[in-house]
């Protein structure tokens, strides 16, 4: 019998980088990174986004294929997509 989920296996089991990690590669502050993958779609969002908190206690993981999107949207001159 066929399961009606399926993970997509390339997903799952590709790089995903840290918001410091991603920070020094591109010579940016971690705030800059975050605001930039912070709504992102593909990106794992860890913890609790709660406003009851002065600090948001939430952690990025940023899926290669995600890095590599946003790169190529960043470095494309406005008009060419």
Known sequence: ???SFQLDTSAH????YAV??????WNLSPD????LFENEP???VLGDRSPRHKRRYV???IPQSVLDR???R???KPGTQ
């Open 1 to 3: 019998m066929a399961s």
């Open 13 to 16: 089991t590709e790089r995903h």
């Open 20 to 25: 410091t990690e991603i920070a020094e590669m």
């Open 32 to 35: 800059k990174v975050r605001e």
């Open 42 to 44: 593909g990106v794992l």
């Open 59 to 61: 952690t990025l993981r």
């Open 70 to 72: 946003v790169h190529h």
């Open 74 to 76: 960043l470095s494309s």
